[in-house]
C-alpha cells in the first residue's frame, strides 16, 4: 500500500517506524500534509531571516514568533485543525515576500524561498518536497529529525517564556539558522550531530530562560499538597503547560462561583505562591494526557487546552472542548490571542456556569514542588542522608506518559524500586508512579517531582549541585540513574539538553525513537551510552545490583 502520509515524530508511532495511512493520534493525512508544508516554509522563513540578520538588517521579534508558534502547532497532538495550519502557512508565505524584498542579494536563498502557497490544493502539492522522507539518504534523513523535532520542542518552551515577557534573540536567531541548516544539502552527517549538540545547549538555554520567567511571575515552586478530589461548585479543567493562560483564567474566575482544577501537565502550577492566592483553585483532576476521554467527560465542565496534549474528543463532550495558544481542533472553540495581549475566557466562564460540578474520581492529595529552589532548601537533609548511606540512589524518571500498555513498566519499577532510592521526576511521567505511597528518607520524601516537562532543567540544576556539594569531577560519578519515557518532542529537546550537558548513560523507554536510524542510534550508544529498557526486574538488578 503506498504511503497517504509519513510520520514518525512520536513514540507512539505505528509498529515503531511511522504513521503511513493515519496517525496513531488520530491526525488524518491531510493534516499531516500541512504540517510538513507549514515545517517547510517556517524553514523557509529561517533562511531569508538568517540571510537579513548576516546582512545586518533588524528582523522584528514577531517574526521569530512566527516561526515558534508555526513549529509549536506541529508537535504531537497540538493542532488538527486544517483551515488552522493553512492559514498559518499563508502567512508564513507572506512574511517569506515581504522578507525576500528587504535582502540586498537573494543569491544565496534557496529556490523554496520564492513558492507562495496560494489555496489548499497548492500547499497539498507541495507535501512531497516538504515531507521527511524527501531526504532519501536514512541518516541525513535520521539526523534532520533529531534537530527538527528537537526545535519543535525548544520552540514551545521559547513561546512559554516569550508570553511572560522573556525571549532571547541568541536562541531565536539559532533557532532561525539551524531551520535553515535543515535545508541545505551540504551538511554530512558529521555536521548534523554537531548541529544536534549544540541544539540542545541552546535548548538548556531555553528551559533557564523559562524557568527563571516562570518564577519571576509566579515565585518558586514550594512542597504543596494538592486536593485530587471535588468541590460543588462548576468548574473549569485546565490542561497543557501554559502558566500565563492559567493566571488570565484564574484572574477572570475570581468571584464567580467556578472553580478551576489542573489537568496532566498543569498539576504543577499548584506549587507555585502566586496561584496560591486563588481559593478557588482547587485541585488537579484526573492523570495523564491520554486518558482524557473518560476523564473530560466526567468532568461536566468545560475544559482548556492551552497545548498539546490534546487527543480528538468525542462527541460526548467535544462541545465543552476550548482551545488556545498553538493547539486547535475542528469543531472546538478557540479562544483567540498573541503573547503580550489579555484573552477574554468569558465563553468558557458563562458556559461552565451552565454545567454541573465535576463527578468526583478520585480523592486524597498528590505532593509536587520540588524544583530546584525548594531541593536546595532541603540540600543539608539530602547531602547527610546520602553520606550516611540512607540514600543509596537517585533515580531520574522525568518524561512523558503514554497509552502503549509496556509503560506499566514504570509503575512496576517505580513501585519495587529498593527502599534507599529517591525518584526525580518532572513531566507527565509521573501520573505512572504519583499516586503510590512511595514514603520517605529521613523525613524526604522518595518522591520529587520537580514540575512540567521543561522542568528537567531544575532535575539539571539540582544534579550539577549534587556534583559540586560532593566535590566530584564529573557529574556521570553521582548516584544517579536516567531512566526516561519519552513521547512527544518535548522530551526530544530535553533528551539533547541533557546530552549536551555530558550526562551519559540515559535509558529511554518504552521504545527508542522511530527516528533514529541504525547509523545514527549506534553513535548514542557509543558516544553517550544511551539504551532503552528491558524487564523491571533486569533493570533494577542492572542498576542497583
Ligand atoms: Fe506530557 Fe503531552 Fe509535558 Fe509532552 S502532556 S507529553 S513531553 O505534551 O509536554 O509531559
Ligand atoms: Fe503517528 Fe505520532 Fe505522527 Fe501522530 S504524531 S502521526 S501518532 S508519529
Redesign the pocket.
Known sequence: MSNA?F????????GNK??TQ??????KPET?ALQDVLLYVTKVLGQIVTLLRTQGVTVEHGVDRMATANLFATI??ANFDDEMLAERIRNTCAANKALTAQLNSTADLSDAALWQASDKASMLAKAGVAGVLHTADEDIRSLRSLITLGLKGMAAYAKHADVLGSSDPEADAFLHATLAKLLDDSLSADDLTALALETGSMGVRVMALLDTANTSAYGHPEITEVNIGVGSNPGILISGHDLRDLEMLLQQTEGTDVDVYTHSEMLPAHAYPAFKKYAHFKGNYGNAWWKQKEEFASFNGPVLLTTNCLVPPSDNYKDRVYTTGAVGFPGCRHIPGEPGENKDFSPIIDHAKTCPPPTQIESGTIVTGFAHNQVFALADKVVSAVKSGAIKKFVVMAGCDGRAKSRTYYTEFARNLPKDVVILTAGCAKYRYNKLDMGNINGIPRLLDAGQCNDCYSLAIIALKLKEVFGLNDINELPLVFNIGWY?QKAVIVLLALLSLGIKNIHLGPTLP?FLSPNVANVLVEKFGISGITTVQDDLKAFFG
Open positions: 502520509m510520520c514518525y515524530q512520536c513514540q507512539e508511532t505505528a511511522g504513521c493515519v496517525g496513531v493520534c488520530g491526525k499531516s504531537t497532538n512527544e522511530a
